[in-house]
C-alpha cells in the first residue's frame, strides 16, 4: 500500500467522520478543496470539485448549519441526518481513497466512512435530545455550535493533515465510547 493511499484513506476517515456532525460541510470542504487543486479526486467523483458542486454544497452547508439553532428543528433534522451522515461517510470514501480494488474500496467505504459517520451522529442525536429534554431546547444551540465547530476542524485537518484528523477521529470515538460506557444501566449481578 502506498503513502497516497494510505493518506487518502486517512482523509476519507476523517470526511466521514465530520458527516457525523453536519453532513453538508465536509462534501462541502471536499468539493472545495477539489475545485481548488487541493486534492484530486477519483475519476468517476470528479464532478465533486464543479463550480455548480462547491455553489450548491456550500448553499446546503449554510442552511444546514443554521437550521441546527433552531430548537426543535434540530431534532427533526437529526431523524433524516441520520442515514444521509451513513451514505454521505460511505460517498467521501469512496470519492478519496486511491489505488485500491473496488471491492475493497467500497468494503472499507461502508465500514470505516459509513459506520463511523452512523456512529457520530448516533451519538450527537442522543445527545441533543438529552438536551432537549433536560432544558427544553434551550442549550441545543450550544450543541450545535460545538458540532459545527468540530466539524470544520476534522474536515480541514482532513484536507491538510489527514494523519491528525485520524488521531482526532479516535479521540472523538473514543470520547463517545466512555460517555456511552458510563450512561448505559449496569447489569444486576
Known amino acids: 500500500m502506498t503513502m497516497e493511499t494510505?493518506?487518502?484513506?486517512?482523509?476519507g476517515?476523517?470526511?466521514?467522520?465530520?458527516?457525523?456532525?453536519?453532513?453538508?460541510?465536509?462534501?462541502?470542504?471536499?468539493?472545495?478543496?477539489?475545485?481548488?487543486?487541493?486534492?484530486?479526486?477519483?475519476?468517476?467523483?470528479v464532478w465533486i470539485g464543479s463550480l455548480a458542486a462547491v455553489l450548491t454544497l456550500g448553499i446546503a452547508t449554510i442552511i444546514e448549519i443554521?437550521?441546527?439553532?433552531?430548537?426543535?428543528?434540530?431534532?427533526l433534522l437529526d431523524s433524516i441526518a441520520l442515514p444521509l451522515a451513513a451514505i454521505a461517510g460511505t460517498a467521501v470514501m469512496v470519492?478519496?481513497?486511491?489505488?485500491l480494488d473496488p471491492v475493497i474500496t467500497w468494503s472499507l467505504a461502508?465500514?470505516?466512512?459509513?459506520?463511523?459517520?452512523?456512529?457520530?451522529?448516533?451519538?450527537n442525536a442522543a445527545g441533543r435530545l438529552t438536551s432537549t429534554a433536560t432544558t427544553g431546547g434551550m442549550a441545543n444551540p450550544v450543541?450545535?455550535?460545538?458540532?459545527?465547530?468540530?466539524?470544520?476542524?476534522?474536515?480541514?485537518?482532513?484536507?491538510?493533515?489527514p494523519t491528525l484528523a485520524?488521531?482526532?477521529?479516535?479521540?472523538?470515538?473514543?470520547?463517545?465510547?466512555?460517555i456511552y460506557r458510563k450512561l448505559r444501566p449496569k447489569s444486576k449481578s
Open 13 to 45: 476517515i476523517g470526511l466521514a467522520a465530520s458527516t457525523g456532525f453536519r453532513v453538508f460541510l465536509p462534501l462541502f470542504v471536499l468539493s472545495l478543496a477539489a475545485y481548488l487543486g487541493a486534492w484530486e479526486l477519483n475519476d468517476s467523483w
Open 110 to 123: 461502508i465500514i470505516a466512512g459509513g459506520g463511523t459517520a452512523s456512529a457520530i451522529k448516533g451519538a
Open 66 to 75: 443554521f437550521a441546527y439553532f433552531i430548537p426543535w428543528v434540530d431534532n
Open 95 to 99: 470519492s478519496t481513497v486511491a489505488n
Open 6 to 11: 494510505i493518506t487518502s484513506i486517512f482523509l
Open 166 to 178: 485520524v488521531v482526532l477521529v479516535i479521540v472523538i470515538l473514543f470520547f463517545i465510547f466512555s
Open 143 to 161: 450543541v450545535a455550535t460545538v458540532e459545527t465547530g468540530t466539524a470544520v476542524a476534522v474536515s480541514t485537518a482532513s484536507i491538510f493533515a
